[in-house]
């Protein structure tokens, strides 16, 4: 990898971009330790601005396939280096963001976000709401602070927002999301790991898609 493209890849997002969650809370609740992270958007943004969308790929495994746990693996290779890393979430959309951003850390994506010290905010115990730190004297907006969860890391934990899909993996989510309320939980999870997630490919997207259904018919 040209030295370039690492530079461009190790960049501090703008503070604007980073984005902070709550780790711990005092014990009237009143003050709340926050950890920065990033979306996974900006990896995908920053991929692109470092070497392009033809420059970088991603491929990832389902390792476990439980109701509410999940984890995958993801390969991430930029410019013919590859790197992988494992990520957890309690929904399969959370793994795969939490995988793709692990893996890019360790392509200097975010990775600074480490040496920032954690600080303690004011946090309201009744709306769940704080003031974020200031980052490079930039204020950043109130925001409510998202779940605590011991899996995460400061740069990869289960953000607000997830990285776009296409179409068909979107209908799977739903899909997915409907046979869960079922009480269809576990037969999903056999199917999504039979394809490691959402197939390697088209045909076995429409696979995976067809045999969710089947699953859905059978209940109704």
């Known amino acids: 990898m ?21 780790e711990a809370l005092s014990k009237d609740k009143r003050r709340a330790m926050v950890v920065p992270y990033i ?37 991430l290779s930029v410019l013919g280096v590859s790197k992988e890393d494992v990520g957890e979430g309690e929904s399969l959309k959370a793994a795969f963001s939490d995988a793709l951003k692990r893996a890019a850390v360790k392509f200097g994506i975010g ?12 946090h309201d115990p009744d709306t769940g709401r704080f003031t974020p730190p200031q980052i490079d004297g930039h204020p950043q907006p109130e925001r409510p602070a998202p779940r605590p969860s011991s899996a995460e890391a400061p740069q990869a934990p289960e953000a607000p ?12 989510d ?46 109704s």
């Open 2 to 22: 040209n030295s370039d493209a690492w530079e461009i890849l190790a960049e501090p997002f703008a503070p604007g971009e980073v984005q902070w969650r709550v």
């Open 39 to 75: 979306d996974a958007r900006n990896v995908l943004d920053r991929l692109d601005e470092a070497v392009g969308p033809e420059g970088w790929q991603d491929s990832y495994e389902v390792l476990t396939a439980q109701e509410g746990s999940f984890a995958v693996r993801c390969r």
């Open 111 to 122: 990775r600074y976000l480490y040496r920032l010290e954690k600080q303690w905010v004011d």
């Open 161 to 172: 927002a997830e990285p776009e899909k296409p179409e068909p993996q979107e209908l799977i």
């Open 174 to 219: 739903r899909l997915i999301d409907r046979l869960k309320e079922m009480g269809l939980g576990k037969e999903v999870a056999r199917v999504v790991m039979k394809y490691q997630g959402y197939g390697k490919n088209l045909d076995e997207t429409r696979q995976l898609y067809g045999e969710l259904r089947a699953l859905l018919k059978g209940k």
